[in-house]
């Protein structure tokens, strides 16, 4: 499928990532205040990209590939995939970052 959406597997693994652990710092983060996540009450945000179905997407921020080594590197440090972008680095821990992105992947 076209526009980064269907090649990525809709469950992707992420090592030491907990789906569960990551919602809980998804809300403590405050994610929600910029993104649009399924599953995240009162994630409504606007500023970044809405993230249902991310699963699907095949690439983080329109450049980097879709997988659990790039997407935790994103949350940690978005600035080192995309100089310049809109994400702020908000200091999140390696593994905080894997199971974020375990709860990520578990939207499709």
């Known amino acids: 499928m076209a526009c980064g959406y269907g090649s990525?597997?809709?469950?992707?693994?992420?090592?030491?990532?907990?789906?569960?652990?990551?919602?809980?710092?998804?809300?403590s983060s405050g994610c929600?205040?910029?993104?649009?996540?399924?599953?995240v009450r009162g994630a409504r945000g606007v500023v970044g990209?809405?993230?249902t179905e991310f699963g699907l997407?095949?690439?983080i921020?329109?450049?980097?590939?879709?997988t659990p080594d790039y997407l935790v590197r994103w949350i940690m440090?978005?600035?080192q995939i995309?100089?310049?972008t809109a994400m702020p680095t908000l200091g999140i821990s390696e593994p905080d970052a894997r199971d974020i992105a375990a709860?990520?992947?578990t939207l499709h």
């Not at 990525?8 to 809300?27: F, H, M, P, Y």
């Open 8 to 27: 990525a597997q809709s469950t992707q693994l992420v090592d030491g990532g907990k789906a569960e652990r990551g919602r809980a710092r998804i809300i």
């Open 32 to 39: 929600g205040s910029c993104h649009t996540i399924p599953g």
């Open 49 to 51: 990209p809405n993230l």
């Open 57 to 59: 997407h095949s690439f």
């Open 61 to 66: 921020a329109g450049e980097a590939p879709n």
């Open 77 to 79: 440090n978005p600035q």
């Open 82 to 84: 995309e100089r310049g």
């Open 103 to 105: 709860y990520l992947y």
